[in-house]
């Protein structure tokens, strides 16, 4: 899954839902107790991310987020209990960040696939429609990227052999169609 840089640490969260830091100010130095479980739900670790002051641990049916507590032996982060979301991300492949802002296919515990938005709270994005063709593509197959094309925003959204693209300042989905996928993942220097 993905990391996460804060406060002069590098945190990773592995598929047992582990939440591993490594030592301060090092990306190659872990200890072997520099680490949180992220177990408020039963759940799988995807990865995580950060968002503001906090870390975002995603797991495929919930989102626990942390703080640095400053603590002295183990991990620095502390749970904030009260944000814990019981919406989960479908795979390290479908999330991504523009900005603050994180993206993903979640799955709620009523079922389904939505495009969620974690931004001053968590919020679906998608659509009815975009919703089926997600379901019907199956949580495997979904894989998001961020992009920026002529000064907007975009989450784009693969589903299969489908394409959307959603623009963060217009809040609104496009459909993308190419005979080659050349927007699978993309980066970008800065």
């Known amino acids: 899954g993905y990391g996460a840089a804060m406060d002069g640490y590098m945190f990773q969260m592995t598929t047992d839902g582990k939440l591993w830091n490594s030592d ?16 408020s739900y039963p759940d799988k670790g995807v990865g995580c991310f950060r968002k503001g002051d906090k870390i975002m641990a995603m797991g ?6 942390y703080y640095n507590a400053g603590n002295a032996s183990g991990s620095p982060l502390s749970r904030v209990e009260p944000m814990t979301l019981k919406l989960g991300c479908v795979s390290a492949d479908a999330v991504c960040s523009v900005g603050d802002n994180v993206y993903w296919a979640g799955s709620p515990p009523e079922g389904g696939i939505s495009i969620y938005e974690y931004g001053a709270g968590a919020k679906k994005v998608s659509t009815p429609e975009i919703d089926s063709i997600l379901l019907l593509a199956g949580a495997s197959n979904i894989s998001l990227a961020a992009g920026q094309w002529y000064g ?3 989450v784009v959204v693969t589903a299969g052999a ?10 609104a989905w496009f459909e993308m169609s190419s005979t080659v996928n050349l927007w699978y993942k993309s980066s970008g220097v800065y």
Do not use: L, M, P
Request: hydrophobic letters at 40%.
């Open 24 to 39: 301060v100010n090092s990306i190659t130095a872990w200890t072997a107790t520099s680490f949180v479980t992220a177990n």
């Open 162 to 171: 489908n394409t959307f693209a959603y623009c963060v300042e217009e809040n």
């Open 60 to 65: 495929t049916g919930s989102i626990q987020f």
């Open 152 to 154: 907007r925003h975009f």
